[in-house]
């Protein structure tokens, strides 16, 4: 008797919760690297004068790019923490009015508040206190786990866009 519940022990901890694996994986995903360049290594040196400019055939500008990460990151890390939080307008709220940035310094500010929020995630999802697996209240059956990988999800899409327009503007250090 003492043998089977040794041996139930043993598989149990072999099997057992793999919360802060999962956790871990989650953060690396959100904060990229590992099948493709780091979202900040599309943002850093993207040229000032080229902030704002169209290429053919891409349907938008390195401003439009950041500002949209930026709103959508904000919106589902807001969705996912605060029940009170009110989404913006789809999809016009979560897209700029202007094609370049509206001052000097808007660029800068897209890229602080972009990094602060990506590091607000990341350390909501560490928590152990937060339910990865448990329903938002406030949602309609969604769950941190999900809104993680859509936000994972929806940077990686996007900084593709970000590297391609950068290498059609000609403005993207080929190695």
């Known amino acids: ?25 989650l953060v690396s995903l959100l ?24 290429v053919e055939g891409l349907p938008h500008t390195g401003w439009q790019l950041l500002e949209h990460v930026r709103i959508a990151q904000w919106d589902i890390l807001e969705f996912s923490r605060n029940p009170k939080h009110v989404s913006p307008g789809f999809p016009e709220g979560y897209w700029p009015k202007t094609p370049g940035p509206p001052d ?6 897209a890229v602080a508040a972009f990094q602060r929020d990506l590091q607000e995630m990341t350390k909501f999802v560490k928590n152990p206190k937060t339910d990865l697996c448990g329903k938002i209240p406030h949602g309609e059956g969604q769950t941190v786990l999900r809104e993680a990988l859509l936000l994972a999800d929806h940077n990686s899409y996007h900084l593709g866009q970000l590297v391609d327009l950068r290498r059609a503007l000609g403005a993207w250090p080929e190695h």
């Not at 690297?33 to 704002?52: C, N, Y």
Request: no cysteine; glycine share 10%.
């Open 104 to 109: 000097e310094s808007s660029w800068d500010k």
């Open 31 to 54: 904060k990229g690297g590992s099948a493709h360049v780091h979202f900040m290594d599309a943002i850093e040196g993207f040229p000032e004068a080229k902030r704002g400019t169209y």
């Open 1 to 25: 008797m003492k043998k089977k519940t040794k041996k139930a022990a043993t598989k149990k901890r072999k099997t057992g919760n793999h919360d802060q694996e999962v956790r871990e994986h």
